[in-house]
């Protein structure tokens, strides 16, 4: 958490902050990530969570977005 000091008037003081948490990249193109791939692989218990941009990701439901890694794997299981 920074603190800063501020000085109002002949007054200072210090205020604390939650530090912003820095936006990491899309992984194929290095724009800012709006999402995280939700697809949970089979065997797993966690999702891919792999960071993306709007342009990357799969939409396959209400708020669920598979990445591009991730819609290939599934298109290669088999049917049964």
């Known amino acids: 958490m920074p603190c800063k000091p501020i ?7 210090i205020v604390c902050t939650r ?3 820095r936006r990491r990249p899309c992984r194929w193109c290095d724009a800012l990530a709006t999402r995280l791939c ?21 939409s396959v439901g209400d708020d669920l977005d598979h990445c591009p890694d991730c819609v290939k794997a599934a298109a290669q299981l088999p049917l049964f």
Do not use: F, L
């Open 19 to 21: 530090s912003r948490r």
């Open 38 to 58: 939700d697809r949970v692989k089979p065997g797993r218990s966690r999702p891919c969570n792999a960071p993306m941009c709007d342009q990357h990701a799969t």
């Open 7 to 13: 000085k109002v008037g002949e007054i200072t003081g």
